[in-house]
């Protein structure tokens, strides 16, 4: 981000970007958390996902607020403008990462509570998938690099066939074996959230290209036209 000669507005800008460096952190650990407290049946991991989510909250607030007071105060143009929009969308995906993975904690506890059950192998790579592809959005918006998140927006496809996959090896279990329901109903549901997770993470990178690129590239169409145009 180039220099200002207005001091204040960047300190403001650097403040943005550092709160929400510190909530793409917390998300990121809390979803590692979680996943660890399926994993090791380890609930204290899981109760500290949950408190952790306040941490979130507060900073999601906080950049909320600081976006609202400099574009009142500093009525940002150009590059700067796109920075604090893409800021605002992007603490909106933090907060439902959050969400998400205090949702994994809470079925992960619950399972934690009942007879083990096998793990399906996808389910660690399906998490890390998830995990991965929040870091490198992060990452991208970080280093200001549109071409990393660009990289991103087809590796969402993987991410939707190992759900899929993972969702009928659990159906399939249910249906031979009814005592299994209520525990693989849990683990379809863990699925899903690390799912969506690759869905908030995916949103980032798009808003990381708008953020550079000034292009919009959140819909199919709109993608293709960018893509005919860098060509």
């Given at each position: 981000m180039p220099g200002h000669t207005d001091k204040a507005f960047e300190r403001d800008l650097q403040t943005l970007r550092d709160k929400l460096l510190a909530m793409g952190a917390r998300a990121e650990a809390m979803i590692a958390e979680s996943v660890l407290c399926l994993a090791e049946r380890d609930s204290r991991l899981g109760k500290h996902v949950i408190a952790s989510d306040a941490e979130v909250n507060r900073l999601e607030v906080e950049v909320d607020d600081l976006c609202r007071r400099v574009l009142a105060l500093r009525q940002p143009a150009a590059s700067d403008l796109r920075f604090?929009?893409?800021?605002?969308?992007?603490?909106?995906?933090?907060?439902?990462?959050?969400?998400?993975?205090?949702?994994?904690?809470?079925?992960?506890?619950?399972?934690?509570?009942?007879?083990?059950?096998?793990?399906?192998?996808?389910?660690?790579?399906?998490?890390?998938?998830?995990?991965t592809q929040l870091k490198d959005s992060l990452d991208a918006f970080v280093a200001g690099d549109a071409a990393k998140a660009e990289a991103l927006l087809g590796r969402d496809e993987l991410l939707d066939a190992l759900f899929l996959k993972l969702f009928n090896d659990l159906l399939q279990l249910m249906m031979e074996d009814s005592k299994?329901?209520?525990?693989?109903?849990?683990?379809?549901?863990?699925?899903?959230?690390?799912?969506?997770?690759?869905?908030?993470?995916?949103?980032?990178?798009?808003?990381?290209?708008?953020?550079?690129?000034?292009?919009?590239?959140?819909?199919?169409l709109s993608r293709e036209l960018h893509r005919a145009h860098a060509s």
């Open positions: 604090i929009t893409t800021a605002l969308k992007i603490v909106t995906d933090l907060e439902r990462v959050g969400d998400l993975a205090v949702n994994i904690a809470e079925r992960a506890i619950d399972l934690n509570d009942a007879q083990p059950m096998p793990i399906y192998g996808d389910l660690p790579h399906l998490a890390q998938l998830a995990q299994h329901v209520r525990r693989a109903t849990n683990l379809v549901f863990v699925a899903k959230h690390l799912e969506r997770i690759g869905d908030h993470a995916l949103n980032i990178a798009e808003m990381v290209i708008y953020m550079v690129r000034g292009t919009d590239v959140r819909h199919p």
